[in-house]
């Protein structure tokens, strides 16, 4: 069975710090590179950050760049994502999912997505 389970998701005050990982099981992580997209109330999902399988090449939106970092440790099929100097607008539901490849549409045919995990970030 396919799981991509997110954690470490909780209320943090504007400035502070989370770190959220995802863990998966049931297909080969390492063929897969790692995205995280977020969902705030009433908005569209949108992708966050990216790490590439082939290269460990790192992707962020241009609203966490220098702010959030992904990482991924294959021995434990673990996808992390840094996130510090929270902000208000960064609020809202992270998840993880897999893709061959990385890209910013959630539409783009992800394989796998987990259940999300809530951030939030109080001013």
């Known amino acids: 069975e396919v799981q991509l389970v997110e954690s470490g998701g909780g209320l943090v005050q504007a400035g502070g710090s989370l770190r959220l990982s995802c863990a998966a099981s049931?297909?080969?992580?390492?063929?897969?590179?790692m995205s995280w997209f977020r969902q705030a109330p009433g908005k569209e999902r949108e992708g966050v950050s990216c790490i590439s399988s082939s290269d460990g090449s790192t992707y962020y939106a241009d609203f966490v760049k220098g702010r959030f970092t992904v990482s991924s440790d294959n021995a434990k099929n673990t996808v992390y994502l840094q996130m510090n100097s929270l902000k208000p607008e960064d609020t809202g539901v992270y998840y993880c999912?897999?893709?061959?490849?990385?890209?910013?549409?959630?539409?783009?045919?992800?394989?796998?997505w987990g259940q999300g995990t809530q951030v939030t970030v109080s001013s």
């Open positions: 999912a897999a893709l061959w490849v990385c890209n910013w549409s959630p539409d783009a045919g992800y394989d796998y």
């Open positions: 049931g297909f080969t992580f390492a063929d897969y590179a």
